[in-house]
């Protein structure tokens, strides 16, 4: 099974971080209200950077890592998707 650690930005600018095996699917969840209660309260969001990970350990190991970056290092991340971007849009 593939792991993504994934990164969405909320209406009020701000960063949320997690991991899935299914990135599209993760963030329509978000925007349908069935995701985490930060998404809940600043959606919709927009998908903007995702990484393949090799594992669910690893997976939740970079998403904690991720999350202790300071704002402009997740902008910089967000600038530079690490999937091809056809991956992270919608169908």
């Known amino acids: 099974m ?3 650690c994934y990164m969405v930005r909320c209406t009020n600018d701000a960063y949320y971080t997690g991991w899935t095996t299914d990135p599209i699917r993760r963030v329509k969840e978000h925007n349908a ?3 985490a209660r930060y998404t809940k309260m600043h ?3 927009e998908l903007v950077y995702v990484e393949e990970v090799e594992d669910h350990s690893a ?3 970079r998403e ?3 999350k ?3 704002h ?3 902008d910089a991340m ?3 998707n690490s999937l091809p971007l056809e991956f992270c849009q919608e169908e």
């Open 2 to 4: 593939t792991y993504f």
């Open 33 to 35: 209200g069935r995701g």
């Open 43 to 45: 959606g919709p969001v």
């Open 59 to 61: 997976a939740l190991k």
């Open 64 to 66: 904690a890592e991720i």
């Open 68 to 70: 202790r970056y300071p």
């Open 72 to 74: 402009g290092k997740k």
């Open 78 to 80: 967000a600038g530079e």
